[in-house]
């Protein structure tokens, strides 16, 4: 779905504050100092609430190159696997679980969040929303941002919720200054292989001499619109791509029967960048919806962040290998 999300996320935290919990575990002190030692190496039954410490181990994988995803705070699937991914590029071995040699590996040098001052860029070529029907979105002119914080929360690689629980009763403005995670500068490389692993929901970059390069949480088809089998490759890199909707061709879309073109822009159906395979109508693209990455089905492609999404794109040319696996 294409639509932006709206949650009660927001006033649902501060309710669950008014327990024994105090609303200083989201401060930015609090999540800078928090210990990583302290998550357990199982994941726990769904917290009721953002953990300081898992914000702080997201952005450390994050920079280390095992993308978690949107840093939301919680300790969910994406987590595991990013902790998997970097165990897998520290040649550890690999089993998702959190150890004090994972710690002792991760790069802790300098704060996790850190201020930033909105700047009138990031006002620029905002839209109003961004409907669900694609002969409406069709009829736009960019499928933008709908907001500054939503720019912010791409840009920083955080979920839109908790940019909003870490900055209560800020209005995004220019000028402001506003707390934000830091994930770090984007990987660099160039990929020879890319291994598509749809149970796990991963994708791997690998270096020519068969190293590990980056490790991404993906959706990669679904039940319905399964993701082709065996191996491809690249064709070629489209950044902002417009999406050319065909149902014949791919899939229907609300009471949409004909051929329709959508606008470019990040809220666009793939996103903010299209890495097209040589297998017809599939790609690794993008999505308007980052929370949902490997929560939620995609029609046969392979669907990162945006940020992932173009992280991966700098480091891949025509010819770059895509396996698919099971």
């Known amino acids: 779905m294409v639509m932006k999300r709206k949650t009660l996320f927001a006033a649902s935290l501060t309710l669950s504050f008014c327990g024994p919990v105090s609303a200083q575990e989201l401060q930015v002190d609090a999540i800078n100092t928090a210990s990583i030692a302290s998550?357990?190496?199982?994941?726990?039954p769904e917290a009721p609430r953002p953990d300081p410490a898992i914000?702080?181990?997201?952005?450390?994988?994050?920079?280390?190159?095992?993308?978690?995803?949107?840093?939301?705070?919680?300790?969910?699937?994406?987590?595991?696997?990013a902790i998997a991914g970097f165990e897998a590029l520290q040649g550890l071995p690999v089993d998702g679980k959190l150890d004090p040699k994972i710690i002792e590996k991760l790069p802790a040098d300098k704060p996790v969040i850190e201020p930033y001052v909105i700047s009138e860029e990031d006002t620029k070529d905002l839209v109003e929303s961004i409907p669900e029907d694609y002969a409406e979105q069709a009829r736009m002119e960019h499928l933008g941002y709908t907001s500054v914080a939503e720019r912010l929360s791409e840009r920083f690689h955080m979920d839109i919720d908790l940019l909003k629980a870490l900055n209560p009763g800020s209005?995004?403005?220019?000028?402001?200054?506003?707390?934000?995670?830091?994930?770090?500068?984007?990987?660099?490389?160039?990929?020879?292989?890319?291994?598509?692993?749809?149970?796990?929901?991963?994708?791997?970059?690998?270096?020519?001499?068969?190293s590990?390069?980056?490790?991404?949480?993906?959706?990669?088809?679904?039940?319905?619109?399964?993701?082709?089998?065996?191996?491809?490759?690249?064709?070629?890199?489209?950044?902002?791509?417009?999406?050319?909707?065909?149902?014949?061709?791919?899939?229907?879309?609300g009471n949409n029967n004909e051929a329709l073109t959508l606008p470019k822009?990040?809220?666009?159906?793939?996103?903010?960048?299209?890495?097209?395979?040589?297998?017809?109508?599939?790609?690794?693209?993008?999505?308007?919806?980052?929370?949902?990455?490997?929560?939620?089905?995609?029609?046969?492609?392979?669907?990162?962040?945006?940020?992932?999404?173009?992280?991966?794109?700098?480091?891949?040319?025509?010819?770059?290998?895509v396996e698919f696996t099971d």
């Open 39 to 44: 998550i357990p190496p199982e994941r726990p």
């Open 55 to 81: 914000v702080h181990l997201q952005v450390l994988l994050d920079r280390a190159g095992s993308s978690t995803g949107v840093i939301d705070g919680y300790y969910g699937e994406n987590v595991t696997k």
């Open 265 to 321: 822009g990040p809220n666009g159906p793939v996103g903010s960048v299209w890495i097209d395979l040589t297998e017809p109508t599939y790609g690794i693209h993008g999505t308007p919806e980052p929370s949902l990455i490997d929560k939620a089905g995609s029609h046969g492609c392979i669907r990162l962040t945006n940020w992932d999404a173009e992280e991966l794109a700098e480091m891949v040319k025509p010819g770059v290998v």
């Open 171 to 210: 209005a995004f403005a220019v000028g402001e200054t506003v707390s934000v995670a830091m994930p770090g500068a984007a990987m660099e490389g160039k990929v020879k292989r890319i291994e598509a692993r749809r149970q796990a929901g991963q994708v791997l970059a690998f270096a020519e001499d068969g």
């Open 212 to 253: 590990l390069l980056a490790i991404y949480p993906a959706t990669i088809g679904s039940e319905e619109s399964p993701s082709p089998s065996g191996t491809h490759k690249v064709k070629g890199v489209a950044r902002m791509p417009p999406y050319e909707y065909n149902p014949k061709i791919n899939f229907q879309q």
